[in-house]
């Protein structure tokens, strides 16, 4: 047979713009190229202006994971104003549990929000008959023919039993909230999110208080059991249900 190629042009449902291109032949994918579609001219935007400003601008980058960018910055800026074995303790750990919130954040998005959607299947909602609030309120929602963001999409390859998707599509809704709180936490000491504004070279502009360390830390708690009850519980379910992909693109 000859090669047919497939496009798929954007790439939806991840973190940023993206192209994919593939030739198959008999189911087989003979040869496959991936591209970024965006030029953002980032480097052309700090070329020429005061250092200083790079904290505040890669964060643009991009507006789920801007903490990466602006702790590279000021990691940058350290070394370069000759400062780095001088960022203190407190500035240092500010940074860090700024970071750290984000990359929960990012985390439960990315497997919640960006990639289950490819194995859960948010139609066995159509005939739920439970109780919970939240689950009835989406099936109304999901009646009314209302299916943004779930629609369109490509068919998945959908394995699990209608009360497993049930389950998994009230799990996304948690996680909604989840992402709320990991947002705040890097706010409390960020000044805000996404897109902070303490973190500076030398360290962070936000002093610590009691109040602001027991406000990171209760959300931080229910984010921990989030994750011990809920999240690895369904990447394992999707491990378990999908062993062969395991064995996918090995070469």
């Given at each position: ?63 789920v ?41 990012s ?37 009314r023919?209302?299916l943004?963001?779930f ?101």
């Amino acid at each position: 047979m000859s090669l047919r190629t497939i496009t798929i042009d954007p790439v939806t449902r991840i973190e940023g713009h993206q192209k994919i291109e593939a030739k198959v032949e008999d189911g087989v994918v003979r040869e496959a190229k991936s591209s970024g579609a965006l030029f953002r001219g980032f480097e052309l935007i700090l070329r020429g202006r005061d250092p200083r400003d790079a904290q505040r601008i890669t964060q643009r980058v991009c507006g789920v994971c801007p903490a990466s960018h602006a702790v590279a910055s000021a990691l940058n800026l350290d070394s370069a104003f000759g400062i780095a074995d001088r960022v203190p303790d407190n500035g240092r750990i500010i940074r860090n549990l700024i970071l750290g919130s984000n990359y929960l954040q990012s985390h439960i998005l990315h497997f919640f929000h960006l990639a289950a959607l490819d194995y859960v299947d948010v139609t066995a909602l159509s005939d739920y008959e439970g109780e919970d609030p939240e689950m009835r309120s989406l099936k109304e929602f999901l009646s009314r023919g209302a299916l943004e963001p779930f629609v369109p999409r490509y068919e998945g390859d959908y394995r699990f039993p209608k009360e497993t998707d049930r389950k998994l599509v009230g799990d996304y809704i948690k996680a909604l909230e989840m992402r709320r709180l990991a947002h705040e936490m890097a706010a409390i000491f960020g000044g805000k999110m996404p897109h902070n504004a303490s973190i500076v070279p030398g360290g962070a502009t936000e002093n610590p208080s009691v109040d602001k360390m027991a406000g990171f830390l209760w959300r931080l708690n229910r984010i921990r059991d989030f994750i011990d009850t809920v999240y690895i519980p369904d990447v394992l379910a999707l491990a378990e249900a999908y062993p062969d992909y395991f064995e996918i693109g090995a070469g």
